[in-house]
């Protein structure tokens, strides 16, 4: 990866829609290249070309973080179980004081509830749930600073 694709980097996060011929005018080099360039990063680099919605708009009105304990041996099947769960956005195994934090979008507290009392601790293998509800979020970026 060089200068020129980290700039095309940098105008697709920004904009990950924008045309080839507008990509190739901001970063001095051909549409066919920003093309050829574009689809090569695809395979090595680029994850995925996605969209960061408003969760309330969806009817998703709670964010939770849940920090969970495991018992030794069980974190990654553990993490694979809780990557199924429907409201589950992310799933990080971590080390520290916590083997798993996981971030939850859901409806309302009583459907946070529900999912931590009844799908959560019917996973064998954890020793402890702690829940923290989002007030506000001051910045959520899916992408990588460079």
């Known amino acids: ?3 020129i694709d980290e700039k095309i980097l940098e105008v697709l996060k920004k904009n990950s829609r924008m045309p080839y ?7 001095k080099i051909s549409d066919v290249a920003v093309h050829k360039r574009i689809k090569k990063l695809e395979d090595k ?10 969760q309330n708009a969806y009817g998703k009105g709670i964010t939770a973080l849940i920090n969970i304990r495991c018992e030794v041996g069980k974190t990654n ?25 996981i971030k939850i979008r ?16 019917a996973i ?7 829940t ?13 600073v460079m």
């Open 21 to 27: 011929k507008d990509i190739a005018k901001s970063v």
């Open 77 to 101: 099947s553990i993490a694979e179980e809780l990557a199924k769960l429907d409201d589950v956005s992310e799933v990080y195994t971590t080390v520290g004081d916590y083997d798993i934090i």
């Open 106 to 121: 859901t409806k309302d507290t009583a459907t946070l509830r529900e999912i931590v009392e009844k799908k959560l601790t």
């Open 124 to 130: 064998r293998g954890l020793s402890e749930i702690r």
């Open 1 to 3: 990866m060089d200068e």
């Open 132 to 144: 923290s509800i989002v007030f506000q979020c001051f910045k959520e970026d899916v992408n990588l």
């Open 45 to 54: 680099v680029i994850r995925s070309f996605t969209v960061l919605v408003d």
